[in-house]
């Protein structure tokens, strides 16, 4: 619950400080006296944005704070919360939030004096307090908000956070399977592509440095007279004339051998001779049978030409070298094998997708069941506290359209598929719609068709009571806040939504600004917002009324600032008699 609210310098506020109590807290007042201006300010606390319009007229900034008290299930999850953004929980279980908006602006916040970020403080708001504002009951028109309803009150939403995952994998696998079916749409232009690169360097299936032994055998055979004309007048010089190298040779090793008898000393250049001409030897037969392997064929020089083309052509067009263009045919076989296991890699996926989607029905099937069961129970239980806010021949009805597919995992795909598109959500497989007759004769109507203001005013409070009762159990808070929840009521239906903030009060702590006096006088606890002007400024103060003062409030609802006698009777009357 929230035990105090202090303002300062807030709107028309300069300074006003509030101690709240449990149960029923009632703000009343003139209009535009600024009780509005203490909910916008308890707002701004709990996270909604703030503007620089909100600091009071030649202030530099603007600050609220508030001291909240949780207990029970809502501690341990404030608790948690904290904990996960560094934030300390004394004992006490006392929370207190500070808000400062400067006039430069920037935003301050504070939570047990430790300065935080506005998304911490957005998270801390569910566990702490519910605010309906002026106007909010128009929410119940949209039918996710009677979704929303509708899964508190069966308390299915385990159920439906376990859809909202099975909804999720079903999304992203169909989403995979999409992205697949437009890569396919490509790969068979890819395939053919890649399959006539792989066909052209496999037609010429060059090898390693194949480029370079080619040319060489087509530059020998194109020189080959030469290479014989040549050959063969070194072999001839060396060995077959009479005056070769090796004829030489032998006469100077005559002459040398007859000086070695003569001086021995000469012997060893005998042996470097003899070694001389069996080395010359030995190069004459290998220049002799350098020639006889050279022979010229016309055949086989047009064939190396064009192969020498072919490898030639091959590298221009790849634009690297053999081996490059021999890597490049590895990994154009290897992604064509990729591309033809894709069939395989579909289907995965299409069974991927038609796993998860059969799980999101099994998931949603269930939630359906959830919702079914509570509906009934649900628009039985409003329409007899209906009866408690003048709505005594009201019809209320929940009605729930399932999906066919989604409600019977054993349905036809192709039947059902505009079913799908239209009911498959997050939220699982069904539209809940919220209809109302006010008055007998009438048919049940979608809500938003044939509600008024003031109905859906009772409407939302007796939500509140059926479908939330216990406040921290179902909610996650102690408090719940309504701007005006009168709006567009008066006389005895005002008393019955008094009544039913009461009852709504025996759970937990309830603040209501409200203009009406069969609705305040039910307050547990009495403030009225005033608003003055001094020094010709307007200032607006809170004052907690007790006795006498309650009296005199109501009597002024009742009857305006004349406050009769009989009005002040009335006011008595009703006090003692709530």
Same mark, same amino acid.
């Given at each position: 619950?929230?035990?105090?609210?202090?303002?300062?310098?807030?709107?028309?506020?300069?300074?006003?400080?509030? #101690?709240?109590?449990?149960?029923?807290?009632?703000?009343?007042?003139?209009?535009?006296?600024?009780?509005?201006?203490?909910?916008?300010?308890?707002?701004?606390? @709990?996270?909604?944005?703030?503007?620089?319009?909100?600091?009071?007229?030649?202030?530099?900034?603007?600050?609220?704070?508030?001291?909240?008290?949780?207990?029970?299930?809502?501690?341990?999850?404030?608790?948690?919360? @904290?904990?996960?953004?560094?934030?300390?929980?004394?004992?006490?279980?006392?929370?207190?939030?500070?808000?400062?908006?400067?006039?430069?602006?920037?935003?301050?916040?504070?939570?047990?004096?430790? *300065?935080?970020?506005?998304?911490?403080?957005?998270?801390?708001?569910?566990?702490?307090?519910?605010?309906?504002?002026?106007?909010?009951?128009?929410?119940? @028109?949209?039918?996710?908000?009677?979704?929303?309803?509708?899964?508190?009150?069966?308390?299915?939403?385990?159920?439906?956070?376990?859809?909202?995952?099975?909804?999720?994998? &079903?999304?992203?696998?169909?989403?995979?399977?999409?992205?697949? %079916?437009?890569?396919? +749409?490509?790969?068979?232009?890819?395939?053919?592509?890649?399959?006539?690169?792989?066909?052209?360097?496999?037609?010429?299936?060059?090898?390693?440095?194949?480029?370079?032994?080619?040319?060489?055998?087509?530059?020998?055979?194109?020189? !080959?007279?030469?290479?014989?004309?040549?050959?063969?007048?070194?072999?001839?010089?060396?060995?077959?004339?009479?005056? *070769?190298?090796?004829?030489?040779?032998?006469?100077?090793?005559?002459?040398?051998?007859?000086?070695?008898?003569?001086?021995?000393?000469? +012997?060893?250049?005998?042996?470097?001779?003899?070694?001389?001409?069996?080395?010359?030897?030995?190069?004459?037969?290998?220049?002799? *049978?350098?020639?006889?392997?050279?022979?010229?064929?016309?055949?086989?020089?047009?064939?190396?030409?064009?192969?020498? /083309?072919?490898?030639?052509?091959?590298?221009?067009?790849?634009?690297?070298?053999?081996?490059?263009?021999?890597?490049?045919?590895?990994?154009?076989?290897?992604?064509?094998?990729?591309?033809?296991?894709?069939? #395989?890699?579909?289907?995965?996926?299409?069974?991927?997708?038609?796993?998860?989607?059969?799980?999101?029905?099994?998931?949603?099937?269930?939630?359906?069941?959830?919702?079914?069961?509570?509906?009934?129970?649900?628009?039985?239980?409003?329409?007899?506290?209906? =009866?408690?806010?003048?709505?005594?021949?009201?019809?209320?009805?929940?009605?729930?359209?399932?999906?066919?597919?989604? /409600?019977?995992?054993?349905?036809?795909?192709?039947?059902?598929?505009?079913?799908?598109?239209?009911?498959?959500?997050?939220?699982?497989?069904?539209?809940?719609?919220?209809?109302?007759?006010?008055?007998?004769?009438?048919?049940?109507?979608?809500?938003?068709?044939?509600?008024?203001?003031?109905?859906? *005013?009772?409407?939302?409070?007796?939500?509140?009571?059926?479908?939330?009762?216990?406040?921290?159990?179902?909610?996650?808070?102690?408090?719940?806040?309504?701007?005006?929840?009168?709006?567009?009521?008066?006389?005895?239906?005002?008393?019955?939504?008094?009544?039913?903030?009461?009852?709504?009060?025996?759970?937990?702590?309830?603040?209501?600004?409200?203009?009406?006096?069969?609705?305040?006088?039910?307050?547990?606890?009495?403030? %009225?917002?005033?608003?003055?002007?001094?020094?010709?400024?307007?200032?607006?103060?809170?004052?907690?009324? =007790?006795?006498?003062?309650?009296?005199?409030?109501?009597?002024?609802?009742?009857?305006?600032?004349? =406050?009769?006698?009989?009005?002040?009777?009335? !006011?008595? &009357?009703?006090?003692?008699?709530?």
């Amino acid at each position: 619950m929230i035990k105090s609210l202090s303002i300062r310098n807030f709107a028309v506020i300069e300074k006003v400080e509030v #101690e709240f109590e449990e149960g029923l807290n009632l703000l009343t007042g003139e209009t535009g006296s600024g009780k509005s201006i203490i909910v916008d300010a308890l707002g701004l606390l @709990l996270g909604e944005r703030g503007s620089l319009a909100q600091i009071r007229t030649g202030e530099s900034s603007a600050f609220v704070e508030g001291i909240f008290e949780v207990s029970g299930e809502g501690a341990e999850y404030l608790r948690s919360t @904290l904990y996960e953004a560094g934030i300390g929980f004394e004992s006490d279980n006392e929370i207190i939030i500070r808000r400062e908006i400067t006039a430069n602006g920037k935003s301050r916040v504070f939570v047990n004096d430790r *300065s935080v970020t506005l998304s911490v403080l957005r998270r801390l708001q569910p566990l702490l307090v519910e605010i309906h504002g002026q106007g909010e009951q128009r929410l119940l @028109l949209s039918m996710r908000a009677q979704m929303d309803v509708l899964d508190s009150y069966a308390g299915c939403q385990n159920l439906r956070a376990r859809v909202r995952e099975a909804y999720m994998r &079903w999304k992203n696998s169909l989403e995979e399977l999409q992205k697949f %079916t437009e890569e396919m +749409k490509e790969r068979e232009r890819t395939m053919d592509l890649l399959q006539y690169q792989l066909s052209e360097i496999d037609s010429v299936a060059p090898q390693p440095g194949e480029d370079e032994r080619v040319a060489q055998e087509r530059k020998l055979m194109a020189h !080959a007279e030469k290479i014989v004309q040549l050959g063969s007048a070194a072999y001839g010089e060396l060995y077959e004339h009479d005056a *070769s190298v090796l004829a030489r040779l032998a006469n100077v090793s005559k002459q040398v051998q007859e000086l070695s008898s003569i001086d021995e000393r000469l +012997k060893p250049i005998l042996e470097s001779l003899k070694d001389g001409a069996a080395l010359v030897s030995d190069v004459a037969e290998s220049v002799r *049978s350098y020639i006889e392997g050279i022979e010229f064929s016309p055949e086989e020089f047009a064939r190396l030409d064009n192969r020498l /083309a072919e490898l030639e052509r091959l590298k221009r067009k790849f634009g690297a070298d053999l081996e490059s263009i021999l890597l490049l045919r590895d990994n154009i076989a290897q992604k064509l094998k990729r591309l033809t296991d894709l069939t #395989e890699h579909e289907q995965q996926l299409k069974n991927g997708f038609e796993e998860a989607r059969k799980d999101y029905i099994r998931e949603a099937a269930k939630l359906t069941l959830c919702r079914q069961d509570a509906a009934q129970r649900l628009a039985r239980e409003v329409e007899r506290d209906l =009866q408690q806010v003048a709505l005594e021949r009201a019809q209320f009805i929940v009605s729930l359209e399932t999906s066919s597919y989604g /409600a019977n995992p054993a349905g036809s795909d192709a039947e059902n598929v505009d079913k799908e598109r239209e009911f498959f959500s997050q939220y699982g497989a069904d539209q809940v719609r919220f209809m109302f007759s006010a008055n007998p004769g009438e048919a049940a109507r979608p809500l938003s068709q044939v509600a008024s203001g003031g109905e859906l *005013s009772r409407l939302m409070l007796t939500l509140l009571n059926v479908g939330l009762g216990n406040l921290d159990k179902n909610t996650g808070t102690e408090t719940v806040v309504f701007d005006e929840i009168d709006a567009g009521i008066g006389g005895g239906v005002a008393e019955a939504v008094g009544r039913r903030l009461k009852n709504l009060a025996r759970t937990g702590q309830v603040l209501c600004v409200t203009h009406q006096p069969q609705i305040a006088r039910f307050a547990d606890a009495h403030y %009225t917002v005033k608003k003055s002007v001094r020094g010709g400024r307007t200032l607006t103060s809170v004052q907690h009324l =007790q006795g006498e003062e309650s009296v005199r409030e109501l009597a002024r609802m009742i009857a305006g600032d004349r =406050q009769a006698q009989t009005a002040l009777e009335t !006011a008595r &009357w009703m006090l003692e008699n709530s």
